[in-house]
């Protein structure tokens, strides 16, 4: 006990020591830091801050030192997690290789897979990007038809993946493709590591409605990938990508839990916008009650997350509680966005302008943007599903 | 804090699981609503509780408890809430127990917490005066006697007023309804001259009363804690009430739920299980996501009362409104996923729905926790 009590008072003070004030600040979209060739740091004080991070091992401080972590364990990286946050620390790097890939890797990866990639997410130099959905292949993943054909050493690949986060910034690419084309639907899937500077790849934006274009679609002509590319068994990709698609969830479900390091928060947005009381009070009963049932509804999944950890550690619980993470917390993103627009009333609508504050265009578009929180990542429907099926036992068709 | 229970934790709750599935199933509670039992609950299940030593779960050693803490409170009620199992359990030991541990006096705490611990005095909480909670609404007059006091007025939805062998009067020394200045808590014979007990005919068969208070004199020895500052200890009986009847709460909404489910996997529609049908998978998870949290919340708030009373007022309303919440949707979901049968008295879905009922007008409900949440948050 004393020893963790030691731990999380030497991580604090390394941390009130070497986070620069300017990154203890709430974090905008444009001031993340994504890494990778084409990747450029937003200021000299995140630079400092990913490097002094990074020369910790504490970007990713659960993975092996020799790959770039701290070769800590679960409950060392959840104190390290609870004080940034306590201590409103950004995150210095983001990072699909270390949020998704990077564990599927340590997973399945071989051994000369995990030193060829884990050491350049874990040190900003690599940027990942993530292939599974296709145009005909959404809800129903493993009807996916990008192909790979086997060519002496080589995949020879062809098809187009789509909503492929940054896909136009990404130095690589882990891609779900049909390797046989016979086989049931998700026995003939293999797990392919991608260079987005081989040949025949092309990569197209998606504007959304929220007018940002962070999704792609990505095409593949007769692409060659070297056959040491392939993770985990050919045909094999479903387990790994199942695997990934696990962390992508628990990713998704923490969104709302990292309000603490958010611009701007549904208390504050009704305290500028709203009539309050002198003793600062929401005077709109109706507005109030919608602020009080959105915070109720944070505090119950923030709990519920910390529940979930200690009946992990505790080795006690049913396990299936985690399976309501990802619904919850992403609909809860959703109605917080839907809040903060409706209290900022016309304020709230601005697309660009000098008439409206970041904060205001930032909450407009947000709103937009979350919408895809609860289709990206398994959508609400197939949540609900996923936990008739395995929480509930009920008889299903998926 | 810990939102997971411990071993022993988890062995009592078994315990209890298996004593009232044996003893207190659901058909003893039909069995005492149709022959109209005036207690609404059974002496006979009452002493065995109190045996096994539920009536004592909170209370120090000294005083002859089991000193286990309120968690513990909160696994049983949630079992007894599974079965619906009827006891003075809460009225007395919660609401009254926690009351004489925070506000009495040594001599008052020798006098009644051994008794209580044995399950050989029944409490009940006499606050209310509307017929919506109001914790500060009190208007009934302390007026000071030559002895003591003397109260006069009426208080309602006294739950478990119609067996208490003692009530805990909250009635105002001073100042107008509405202010935290100026309660005071008796804790008076139900049996004085000048109280009469009018047993109410709730939805849920047990035996909440509305209580007449006729000059009654109250003696001097008889106040718990300062005469006009009952109120930060009124608070915090009221906020352990809450976690505790939210536990109660979960229990009942467990069951409908686990019975619903059973249900969706044996009836047989159009040729098909009706839990094939994804409109009832869906509405089914939904109901397991709202259980999920629920279950945090009523863990939190009850460990709260054990390890983070700091925490407990904002907790204790999480937990009231998720659960009154909770129930409505599980209950209804519960009758109409049944069909038709769920209409009918015989299957006990329509007894879980009672319950819930007036669980949800016990103590505040959802619109006076989230008002509160908001107040306490500072907004």
Redesign the interface.
């Known amino acids: 006990m004393s020893e963790t009590t030691d731990f999380r008072a030497s991580v604090r003070r390394w941390l009130e020591e070497n986070c620069p004030a300017s990154q203890r600040q709430p974090i905008t979209p444009g001031e993340q830091y994504w890494g990778g060739r084409n990747g450029s740091f937003p200021s000299p004080d995140a630079q400092l801050w990913f490097e002094r991070m990074r020369d910790q091992g504490w970007v990713v401080p659960e993975w092996p030192q020799e790959y770039g972590g701290a070769g800590l364990g679960e409950q060392e990286a959840r104190i390290i997690k609870d004080e940034m946050r306590r201590l409103r620390c950004r995150s210095p790097l983001f990072s699909l290789g270390i949020w998704m890939l990077g564990p599927a890797l340590l997973e399945f990866g071989n051994a000369e897979q995990k030193a060829l990639h884990l050491p350049g997410i874990a040190q900003g130099r690599a940027r990942w990007c993530q292939g599974y959905s296709e145009p005909g292949a959404g809800s129903d993943l493993a009807s996916l038809q990008t192909r790979a054909d086997i060519d002496g050493d080589h995949f020879v690949i062809n098809g187009s993946k789509i909503w492929t986060s940054q896909a136009d910034r990404a130095d690589w690419i882990f891609c779900l493709v049909r390797t046989d084309p016979a086989a049931r639907k998700q026995e003939g899937i293999s797990f392919l590591l991608i260079d987005m500077a081989s040949p025949g790849i092309t990569v197209r934006p998606i504007e959304l409605i929220s007018g940002h274009s962070e999704f792609c679609q990505t095409f593949f002509d007769n692409v060659r990938v070297p056959r040491s590319n392939l993770v985990g068994p050919l045909h094999g990709g479903w387990g790994v990508a199942k695997a990934l698609l696990k962390h992508e969830r628990k990713l998704m479900s923490e969104i709302g839990v990292e309000s603490a390091t958010r611009a701007y928060g549904a208390?504050e947005c009704?305290?500028r916008y709203l009539p309050?009381s002198a003793s600062?009070?929401?005077e709109d009963a109706v507005m109030?009650?919608r602020?009080?049932?959105h915070?109720?509804?944070m505090?119950?999944?923030g709990?519920?997350q910390?529940?979930i950890i200690?009946?992990s550690k505790?080795r006690?619980?049913t396990g299936?509680?985690a399976l309501?993470m990802k619904?919850?917390g992403t609909e809860e993103e959703k109605r917080r966005n839907e809040l903060m627009v409706a209290m900022m009333g016309s304020q709230g609508l601005g697309w660009e302008g000098e008439e409206f504050s970041g904060a205001e265009i930032d909450t407009a578009r947000g709103m937009l943007s979350t919408k895809a929180l609860s289709i990206a990542g398994g959508s609400s429907?197939i949540?609900?599903?996923i936990?008739?099926k395995r929480?509930?036992?009920?008889?299903?068709?998926i | 804090m810990s939102l997971v229970p411990s071993d022993e934790q988890r062995q009592l709750a078994d315990t209890a699981r298996e004593f009232l599935r044996e003893c207190a199933p659901v058909a003893a509670m039909r069995e005492l609503r149709d022959g109209r039992d005036p207690l609404g609950y059974s002496m006979d299940l009452w002493s065995r509780m109190a045996e096994l030593g539920w009536a004592g779960i909170t209370i120090p050693e000294q005083y002859g408890g089991l000193d286990f803490g309120f968690a513990g409170m909160g696994l049983l009620l949630q079992e007894c809430g599974r079965t619906l199992a009827a006891s003075p359990l809460f009225s007395t030991c919660v609401l009254g127990a926690s009351a004489l541990q925070l506000a009495g006096s040594d001599a008052q705490k020798e006098e009644f917490l051994p008794l209580i611990a044995t399950g050989g005095l029944r409490l009940a909480l006499a606050l209310e005066e509307s017929h919506r909670h109001d914790p500060t609404g009190a208007a009934m007059p302390a007026v000071r006697s030559a002895t003591g006091w003397r109260l006069s007025g009426v208080k309602q939805f006294v739950a478990d007023g119609n067996s208490a062998e003692r009530l805990l009067v909250v009635a105002r020394s001073s100042g107008n309804a509405g202010d935290e200045q100026g309660l005071s808590l008796f804790l008076v014979d139900a049996g004085a001259p000048g109280i009469s007990r009018q047993k109410l005919a709730l939805m849920d068969s047990r035996n909440a009363a509305r209580i007449s208070f006729s000059d009654v004199d109250v003696d001097a020895s008889c106040l718990l804690g300062e005469e006009g500052n009952a109120w930060p200890v009124l608070q915090q009986v009221l906020d352990r009430g809450r976690a505790a009847l939210s536990a109660e709460m979960l229990g009942g909404a467990e069951e409908c739920f686990d019975r619903t489910v059973a249900y969706l996997k044996q009836r047989e529609q159009f040729g098909a299980v009706i839990g094939t049908f994804q409109a009832l998978q869906h509405r089914a998870s939904l109901m397991f996501a709202e259980l999920e949290l629920l279950r945090t919340a009523v863990r939190a708030a009850c460990d709260a009362v054990d390890t983070n009373a700091a925490m407990l007022p904002l907790l204790a309303s999480l937990a009231k409104a998720r659960a009154n919440d909770g129930s409505e949707l599980i209950t209804n979901e519960a009758v109409q996923l049944h069909g038709g049968m769920g209409t009918t008295d015989e299957l006990d879905i329509g007894l879980f729905l009672k319950r819930s009922r007036v669980c949800m007008q016990l103590l505040g409900d959802s619109a006076f926790h989230r008002n509160r949440y908001a107040t306490l948050r500072g907004f």
């Not at chain 1, 929480?391 to 068709?397: D, E, I, K, R, S």
């Open positions: 208390v009704a305290k309050v600062g009070q929401v109030r009650d602020l009080a049932r915070e109720m509804q505090h119950a999944i709990l519920t910390q529940r200690e009946e505790a006690t619980g299936l509680t309501v619904y919850c429907e949540q609900l599903n936990i008739a929480a509930l036992g009920l008889p299903g068709v």
